[in-house]
């Protein structure tokens, strides 16, 4: 199994717990209960090990982050780099004011260099034992991407899916348990810009590819812009009135017209939006036909479908705004529709 699935299967996905409190220096948004990660990181092994700390800081205003630890890895056995980690958070601490003019919650350097370590320097089961602690394998920029609150709610189940890709809960050969992994229900159906239709593990993460490589162009230029009006910021998104990033659940009767509206949302840098909907299939439970009555309208509505037991119908709200980079907020519907009613 290669690094890009993995993710889903070690790393930090047992961290989802939203916790209240953090070493914040600046409160974080009201409603972000942020989700609590400890980053296990054999840096200095390949590149992409120090990009995805630098995706991580750029968010971190998103996390609860309790530790950042260097450890060793398949391709580095017998030493760790926490100097590297070290080096990444102190250009980190030379953008924060600016990162803060942006947006809230970002820790001070101090309080991530508070929580720094190192691992044992040994690989494998060496590592293990009486007094010994930090070895695990990493997943990379998907372990932690999907915890993002961006409306998507991947942080609620990964098997949502999201921008860490979807997962599906699953006794795979060799555990003794259940974990969040990847089968042939994990999935999806894209395709993709050549008009190539794509049924794999993969997509599931790089059907959302536009939108958080442009999140993270963004949140790279507010590390240099001064001012708040200097860099472009994610549209609002509200959703049947709520304007929260949570998961509206709404329950249905077979035949009930089910409306959803988008009306209300906004752009803080004054931008165009577009909108647009879209049925998640995968990510529900019914896999009958089922259309939207549009979607790139204001308003739209779907007809619950007939059906024998209950299923799920996952709708998925899209805005774009035309700044540059274009920026994307989603919000989830997650429709019930059971045959005897609500």
């Not at 602690?133 to 997943?139: N, S």
């Not at 409306?259 to 049925?279: E, K, L, N, T, V």
């Not at 549009?294 to 509505?301: G, N």
């Amino acid at each position: 199994m290669n690094k890009l699935l993995l993710f889903s299967l070690l790393a930090f996905l047992a961290i989802l717990l939203p916790v209240s409190g953090s070493a914040a220096e600046t409160a974080p948004p009201a409603e972000a209960d942020r989700s609590r990660v400890f980053v296990l990181t054999d840096i200095s092994n390949e590149p992409d090990d120090e990009q995805s700390l630098v995706r991580l800081l750029v968010y971190a205003n998103e996390y609860d982050i309790e530790g950042i630890v260097a450890t060793t890895s398949t391709w580095l056995r017998d030493k760790t780099r926490e100097d590297l980690i070290r080096r990444q958070l102190d250009a980190y601490g030379q953008v924060r004011d600016n990162l803060l003019r942006h947006a809230p919650g970002f820790p001070t350097k101090e309080a991530l260099l508070d929580v720094v370590a190192t691992g044992q320097p040994r690989y494998g089961m060496e590592a293990v034992g009486d007094g010994k602690t930090a070895y695990i394998m990493e997943g990379d920029t998907p372990s932690f991407l999907g915890l993002i609150r961006n409306g998507l709610g991947w942080h609620v189940s990964p098997a949502y899916g999201g921008w860490g890709g979807r997962c599906v809960l699953y006794q795979a050969y060799g555990e003794s348990r259940p974990i969040w992994t990847n089968n042939h229900d994990s999935r999806d159906t894209v395709t993709a810009d050549n008009g190539r239709t794509v049924c794999s593990d993969q997509a599931t993460i790089w059907r959302w590819r536009e939108h958080f490589q442009h999140d993270f162009a963004a949140r790279m230029d507010w590390c240099v812009a001064e001012r708040y009006e200097d860099a472009n910021h994610n549209p609002i998104a509200v959703l049947n009135g709520d304007a929260t990033k949570r998961v509206l659940e709404i329950s249905a009767a077979p035949g009930e017209t089910v409306r959803f509206s988008a009306a209300g949302s906004s752009d803080p840098d004054g931008d165009q939006i577009a909108y647009r909907w879209f049925i998640y299939r995968e990510a529900g439970s019914f896999t009958g036909e089922l259309s939207l009555s549009h979607d790139e309208q204001e308003s739209i509505h779907l007809v619950a479908p007939r059906v024998d037991r209950p299923v799920t119908i996952h709708v998925i709200l899209q805005l774009e705004d035309n700044g540059s980079p274009s920026l994307f907020t989603n919000r989830r519907a997650m429709v019930t529709v059971s045959p005897g009613g609500k």
